[in-house]
């Protein structure tokens, strides 16, 4: 069974940066395609961002587009979730959890859709404060 683990949330002040990482175990993550989502107090949980298991493909929110870079390292079977720009907006849990991406026959897949996705991790909390 896939095991999502996330790591590296923590606080920051506005305008800065934090690089969040997803590891799996159990199964060698390079079959899967990988997706970042978020959960604010009193609010649904949102896809952030996703990216196709060879790492060719990537897809943002138009919320973190230019301030959020996702990216994966294969050989470590790790995700990462770079985060620059930080605003107060950005403060949630951040989860990371196996998605679909792409066509699969007629049917797209944007991979930022939380019931799409499954396998998801325990989650790391980014506060954005000053």
């Known amino acids: 069974q896939l095991q999502l683990v996330e790591s590296g949330g923590g606080l920051v002040q506005p305008g800065g940066s934090l690089r969040l990482a997803c590891a799996a175990s159990g199964f060698i993550l390079d079959i899967y395609d990988i997706g970042w989502f978020r959960q604010a107090p009193g609010k649904e949980r949102e896809g952030v961002s996703c990216?196709?298991?060879?790492?060719?493909?990537?897809n943002y929110a138009d919320s973190v587009k230019g301030r959020f870079t996702i990216s994966r390292d294969n050989a470590k079977n790790t995700v990462y979730l770079q985060m620059n720009s930080l605003e107060p907006e950005d403060t949630a849990v951040y989860y990371c959890a196996a998605v679909r991406m792409g066509y699969s026959g007629a049917r797209y897949y944007t991979g930022l859709k939380v019931d799409e996705a499954h396998s998801w991790g325990q989650g790391t909390q980014v506060t954005v404060s000053s």
């Open positions: 990216i196709s298991r060879s790492g060719g493909a990537t």
